[in-house]
T-cell receptor, first 111, second 111 residues
């Protein structure tokens, strides 16, 4: 079955690194995604990784994928107050129409 | 470039009244279109998706219906709203194998 899990809350101090974790159950997923949702807004695509990759870096964002453990993480370097939001992990399967989303991790950045 | 619009942004409706939420996409053709609901503090629940005009797939039994009268228009409706229909409704589009993009959302409060 399809299931994506995330911790619901994370607090970090401004300037520190944040690591948001996600685990999934179906190893056949083709792409894995990170979305950001600011209060009252839609979801903004941050980055995604193809399932045959281990790592992807984009400025302050680093995505790590461990297929053996079915674990995906998003690292935000030098976390800023503007990074406070809910972060959703999602996956899609070969030939699939639907994305499967995790419950979201609420990141709070403390001054 | 592609853009996705939703309206209204906010809606307050009495129980038992009808509902019509609209989503339109610009700058693309024949996209897959999706309606999600996000209850307060919760993750995303896929309600409907459409791969073409007049083609609607329902993911969960519910009080809502969807229609796609034009290629880039997706409508979410109800004949009689329930209290439990309150939430944040997100439309999304996707073309090709990779990413899914979200609209700004409509916040619905049923009283």
């Amino acid at each position: 079955g399809e299931d994506v899990e995330q911790s619901l809350f994370l607090s970090v101090r401004e300037g520190d690194s944040s690591v948001i974790n996600c685990t999934y159950t179906d190893s056949s997923s083709t792409y894995l995604y990170w979305y950001k949702q600011e209060p009252g807004a839609g979801l903004q695509l941050l980055t995604y990784i193809f399932s045959n990759m281990d790592m992807k870096q984009d400025q302050r964002l680093t995505v790590l994928l461990n297929k053996k453990d079915k674990h995906l993480s998003l690292r935000i370097a030098d976390t800023q107050t503007g990074d406070s939001a809910i972060y959703f992990c999602a996956e899609i399967f070969p030939g699939g129409q639907n994305f499967v989303f995790g419950p979201g991790t609420r990141l709070s950045v403390l001054p | 470039s592609q853009t996705i619009h939703q309206w209204p942004a906010t809606l307050v409706q009495p129980v038992g009244s009808p509902l019509s939420l609209e989503c339109t996409v610009e700058g693309t053709s024949n996209p897959n279109l999706y309606w999600y609901r996000q209850a307060a503090g919760r993750g995303l629940q896929l309600l409907f998706y459409s791969v073409g005009i007049g083609q609607i797939s329902s993911e969960v039994p519910q009080n809502l219906s969807a229609s796609r009268p034009q290629d880039r228009q997706f409508i979410l409706s109800s004949k009689k709203l329930l209290l439990s229909d309150s939430g944040f409704y997100l439309c999304a589009w996707r073309q090709g194998a990779e990413t899914q993009y979200f609209g700004p959302g409509t916040r619905l409060l049923v009283l």
